[in-house]
């Protein structure tokens, strides 16, 4: 059974920084390509980065330059890391792969930007 298990969330004033963090059971995070996804309130879930087996990064327009998703294959961990957080940032973010349909999604991580 594959488990995802996010970590690292939590409240931060505008313009803070994060370092989110997928601990996932087996080489999953070497093998396939991982995404880091969010949900707010009332919205559906969206894709915010990926990244492939080789090591190319994608992100969506409105985190380019602020966030950067990374992975150690050695310990089967996915990072996010986010710099200057804004408020629309606020959302449960989830890791799960990005081709062949998603694994149960894990608990996710509350990230609130609020002063």
């Known amino acids: 059974q594959v488990q995802l298990v996010e970590s690292g969330g939590g409240l931060v004033q505008p313009g803070g920084s994060l370092r989110l963090s997928c601990a996932a059971s087996g080489n999953i995070i070497e093998v396939y390509h991982m995404g880091w996804y969010r949900q707010a309130p009332g919205n559906q879930r969206e894709l915010v980065a990926d990244i492939t087996t080789g090591g190319i990064t994608n992100y969506v327009d409105s985190v380019k330059g602020r966030f950067t998703i990374s992975r150690d294959n050695a310990k089967n961990t996915l990072y996010l890391q986010m710099n200057s957080l804004k408020p629309e940032d606020t959302a449960v973010y989830y890791c799960?792969?990005?081709?062949?349909?998603?694994?149960?999604w894990g608990q996710g991580t509350q990230v609130t930007v609020s002063s």
């Open positions: 799960n792969r990005f081709t062949f349909g998603p694994f149960p």
